[in-house]
């Protein structure tokens, strides 16, 4: 049985029935419709950065490797068109060489393209759904290709239709991005506030050097980024914490300090924080580490196995509910022998 090893970034020693690669999607229907009409199970894997196998896949890995990055421009915008096997910083990198702004403040996110609108990836105030255009999918039980608008997409807080209606139903091929020539720097968020004179490339560049700062590299300690999504709570909730603890880091979500705040009004707390406060920053079970720079991140120490991964983020997910009343989502995929599985 092949290893998965390589390819997952947290890197646990795991294995399934066959991994395949595919470049297109004539190749890919061929190969997911032998894999079903043998009952296999079947698991699309991208750049592995969003996925932890815990334990022995019983099925065919199929690994997305769509490659292809096509441009064109108008007056007020550059529109791109890019496979879903690209490998996301690369192509933040080539955009920002070619001076195609917009993605500077999610530099560094590791994962490929086709993840990014399944995800709804976001860094320092960012979110990817703001220059999706359009996303082209194949439907896995009929192989119609359809072309999903920003609006079909329903996007949300690390969200989208992909999570949910379409969950487990499409392959993403293609993700196309409207970029406008004209926009503004989004620079409010953390360290990026310090920024002189901001540049897109000084955006990019303090970015890589923040995320590079706090988190751990993949290649050089086994890990899936973020473990959890950042919880958005009610303002009432957010209150009575900040009654025990008046200096909580927190967003918000819907409303503006320019106007009164609303009993609707919500707010982002950063799971960081509470795993902090929670105790776990630091600390180690087994081979998993809660990293002691970035607590919103897991590691992999070298051996770790797929129990102790759930052990601890069950852990971690009772003690901050225990203390704040909050319940942690995975913002990674958890991977059993028979597919996904829920904390």
């Not at 609108?117 to 990817?128: D, F, T």
């Not at 319940?327 to 904390?343: A, D, M, T």
Request: aromatic share 10%; hydrophobic share 40%.
């Amino acid at each position: 049985m092949p290893s998965l090893q390589p390819y997952s970034t947290f890197g646990l020693a795991a294995s399934c029935d066959s991994i395949q690669s595919f470049t297109d999607v004539a190749s890919f229907l061929s190969i997911f419709n032998t894999s079903k009409n043998n009952n296999n199970a079947i698991y699309i894997l991208g750049g592995g950065s969003n996925s932890i196998f815990t334990d022995d896949f019983d099925g065919t890995v199929l690994v997305n490797e769509i490659k292809g990055i096509s441009h064109f421009d108008t007056e007020s915008h550059h529109y791109l068109r890019v496979g879903a096997g690209e490998n996301w910083h690369e192509f933040v990198t080539l955009c920002m060489k070619e001076k195609w702004y917009g993605f500077e403040n999610l530099a560094l996110i590791p994962g490929s393209v086709g993840a990014c609108p399944i995800q709804n990836i976001g860094a320092y105030g960012r979110e990817v759904n703001a220059l999706i255009d359009k996303v082209e999918c194949v439907f896995l039980e009929t192989g119609e290709q359809v072309l999903l608008s920003n609006e079909d997409c329903q996007f949300g807080y690390r969200d989208s239709v992909f999570k949910h209606a379409l969950a487990n139903k499409v392959l993403i091929t293609h993700v196309n991005f409207k970029l406008p020539k004209h926009y503004e720097l989004e620079t409010s968020y953390g360290e990026l506030a310090a920024l002189t004179e901001p540049t897109p490339e000084k955006v990019y560049s303090k970015v890589i050097e923040i995320r590079k700062s706090k988190l751990p590299d993949p290649s050089e300690l086994g890990n899936a980024g973020s473990f959890f999504k950042n919880p958005v709570v009610s303002k009432a909730v957010f209150q009575a914490i900040a009654q025990d603890y008046d200096s909580v880091p927190h967003f918000v979500v819907s409303g503006s300090a320019d106007f009164p705040a609303t009993e609707n009004e919500q707010i982002k707390i950063p799971a960081a924080w509470l795993i902090d406060q929670a105790g776990f920053k630091g600390k180690t079970l087994n081979k998993v580490r809660c990293h002691p720079t970035q607590p919103l991140v897991l590691t992999n120490l070298g051996g770790a196995t797929g129990s102790d991964v759930i052990t601890m983020a069950k852990d971690i997910i009772a003690s901050v509910q225990g203390k704040f009343g909050i319940q942690l989502e995975p913002e990674v995929r958890l991977l059993g022998s028979k597919g996904l599985i829920s904390l």
